[in-house]
């Protein structure tokens, strides 16, 4: 059995062997174009079998750490004395764990190796989110929240450098796209799901919002197991690949070295490069600011519709299904069309105003008394910047960096400082500042104006970079392997 095994890998190698993998632009042989259409139907393969996964994971955790506010209006506050600001303080000390769990995954997950990792963190949140139905007390809230901050804080980093590890740069904007689409999925299934478990209320003595957590806890359990299965270890030994697939997988992974590296583990060297260099930086400060408006409307959406436009509960519940359903539309359309054109900064500048605009009318309703359909109308507006500027700014610095190791420091950076976003956003929306939340609506307005400009500085970093590299080529300047990095000269940036 095992010679025929050996034997199918080596005609396989020997059938591709002749589809030589060609960059874009180069003259194309009939063998070359026939290995491109194998290519595009492996990817289609990969889109089948790797990312609908990932993409459940991320619905899953999006809805565990998001159920807080439909509970919150359905009753939780009151069935275990929250007072104050005490709601806000728990969706705030999520974050904080969120934070210091993120850089050490993004640094690790690759040498502990994603099927084991995965399986295990989605397993231990959805028991955390199971155990949060039978808080009694402010106390147990936050114990809860922080352990599940810090289990969900390994996730996002795992999924990002697991499909580096399978996805050409150029393939990354749509499939990071489909993480941030199945975000905007989960507050659409979140609403739907309360909304059907209000039904549930008084059963065995428990109240909705508690089944809400229980329920939810259970389906998280349950993937936990099944993806044991179905989170692969590497391609050389994925479950649904043959192996004529594989040999192309072997020819993607050597050409992607030369923008990833070939390295199994990472150094201090790869931190070092990473934290020195400053697009690592202005990446991760926009961060801050797209995701303070992404969590903050993420949790707090069916809290603002029920008391800020004065909504019943039971709307409120279903009323955010539509707009986060739109969000996903609008970020799986411009995700394509950024990986089309290979360009990340266009959508960006595009579709920022489209929220700021939107927070403006919330602000100014505030003291103007705008009908509730108005204001309703703004969170349409809001769900264009929302999920598509927080998505692409992280596909945007994680194509730009090279080799493997400065990526995953990059990374790690920007998503640990993309989650100080998360622990204002549970602050700026006060439940005491209802109906009008005016802090909250003019604070993400603010943070929409600033990354909006530091866009700018960010594509006049890149242009600057490629100026001298184009320089470089001129002259003839070579640099060492070991000192390989995205700025090498023959490393192009995407914009």
Known sequence: MDSTVADEKMQADQNVQKFEYVDEGTPETPEQLEFKKKEAKLVRKLDLFVAPVMMLLMLISYLDRGNIGFAATQGMSEDIDLEGGQLNTAISVFYVFYVLAEFPASIFVKRFQFNRVIPFITFSWGLVCMCTGFVQNFAGLVVTRILLGFFEGCLFPSMTLFFCNWYKREELGVRISYLFIASALSGAFGGLLAWAILYMDGTRGYPGWRWLYIIEGVITLIWAGMCLYLVPKNYQTAYFLNAEEKAIMRQRAEHMEAYSGGQGHYTIQDIKRAAKDIKTWVHGIIQICVVTILYGFGTFLPIIIKDGFHYSTVQAQYLVIPVNIWGAIVYGVGAVLCDRYKNRFISLISCAPFGIAGYAILVAAGPSGLAAGVKYFATYLIAIACFLCTGTNITWLSSNCAPDGKRAGSVGILLTLTNIGGIVAGQIYQTESAPDFILGH???????????????????????????????????????????????PDFRYHF
């Open 442 to 488: 003019s604070w993400s307005m603010g943070c929409l104006v600033v990354a909006w400009c530091g866009w700018w500085v960010v594509r006049a970093i890149y242009r600057r970079r490629e100026a001298w590299k184009d320089k470089a080529i001129t002259e003839g300047l070579v640099v060492e392997r070991d000192e390989w990095t995205d700025r090498a």
